[in-house]
């Protein structure tokens, strides 16, 4: 029987997409509604682009509303972890890039919370993986397309 993927996040993230479902739901829904109501009163719809346009936006609409709640049914809550002895999710790790001796700090999230530009790494990504549940002072090597990349662990908060 097929198992259907869990999707790590915080209360926080939950709280937003159930937010977003609601939007979506009620007020995107009249609008795009109102979109093909107005198409339809232009005239014959076979060859009414604004009709397509409105009936492809209707689409996208219910694809994100389908999407959305796939996430929220099969959320998983994760909590930041208090230990900080070792990284976990929640952890800020300060790393060491010993190719070039430069530290960064990176948040560890669960998947749905990842935003590699605002330096939050899924624990599901390679170098999320590769710190998880590992000690300050450990040497760490993440597979890269580049090649392999060494980080000493700084600290971790």
Do not use: C, W
Not at 14 to 42: G, P
Not at 107 to 128: H, K, L, M, N, Y
């Amino acid at each position: 029987m097929y198992k259907e993927a869990k999707y790590k996040m915080s209360e926080e993230r939950l709280h937003e997409l159930k937010e977003e479902l609601v939007f979506l739901q009620t007020v995107r829904e009249k609008e795009v509604a109102q979109l093909i109501k107005e198409a339809r009163s232009f005239g014959d719809i076979t060859e009414n682009s604004e009709f397509d346009e409105a009936k492809t936006e209707q689409g996208k609409l219910y694809a994100k509303i389908a999407e959305i709640k796939n996430l929220i049914e099969n959320a998983e809550i994760v909590h930041a972890s208090d230990k900080t002895d070792s990284v976990g999710i929640g952890s800020r790790v300060t790393v060491r890039d010993l190719e070039y001796d430069s530290e960064a700090v990176y948040e560890i999230v669960g998947s749905q919370e990842a935003d590699p530009s605002a330096f939050r790494v899924s624990d599901d990504s390679p170098f999320g993986k590769g710190l998880m549940e590992r000690k300050k002072g450990d040497i760490v090597e993440i597979e890269a397309p580049a090649g392999v990349l060494r980080f000493e662990i700084v600290n971790i908060d």
